[in-house]
């Protein structure tokens, strides 16, 4: 788990602390919670309904484990090799949260400009997901 927290507190904006609900350890980009890792190496990522039935119906998560009617998602690190796909999701959420902070055009952002465009193309997203990605980058 060390490597997810690793990577994730590079990013520009991110802060780690102590996840206060069941331990672990949450990100947050400009005080939005990007997502949280339980001790238990269970994932929680908060996305919007469209983006995680997405991300659903491609079996890249699954509905979270406490509140399923939610737009959250849970992905469970079994073995090393989850780790990447913890990562991806992330990834996702935080170029989410990026978006929206670029929208909204928040003076006090704590993020460096990111060539969004760019790291789209590298996470190399769904048709379907790029899409819903595209609507967000719109409003």
């Keep these: 788990?060390?490597?997810?927290?690793?990577?994730?507190?590079?990013?520009?904006g991110v802060k780690v602390?102590?996840?206060?609900?069941?331990?672990?350890?949450?990100f947050?980009?400009?005080?939005?919670?990007i997502g949280h890792i339980h001790r238990d190496k269970l994932v929680d990522i908060p996305f919007t309904k469209?983006?995680?039935?997405?991300?659903?119906?491609?079996?890249?998560?699954e509905k979270h484990h406490v509140m399923p009617d939610s737009g959250w998602v849970s992905y469970?690190?079994?073995?090393?090799?989850d780790i990447e796909?913890?990562?991806?999701?992330?990834?996702?959420a935080y170029l989410y949260h990026v978006v929206t902070?670029?929208?909204?055009?928040?003076?006090?952002s704590t993020v460096d400009v990111i060539d969004i465009d760019a790291a789209l193309v590298e996470l190399d997203m769904s048709d379907t997901l790029d899409a819903v990605f595209d609507e967000v980058r719109a409003a």
């Design 1 to 12: 788990m060390n490597s997810i927290e690793s990577t994730v507190s590079a990013w520009s």
């Design 17 to 26: 602390d102590s996840h206060d609900r069941g331990g672990g350890r949450e």
């Design 28 to 33: 947050t980009l400009d005080g939005r919670e």
């Design 50 to 61: 469209p983006i995680r039935d997405v991300l659903l119906e491609e079996n890249r998560a």
């Design 76 to 81: 469970r690190v079994q073995s090393d090799e």
């Design 85 to 92: 796909g913890a990562l991806w999701l992330l990834r996702v």
């Design 101 to 108: 902070l670029q929208n909204h055009e928040e003076e006090t």
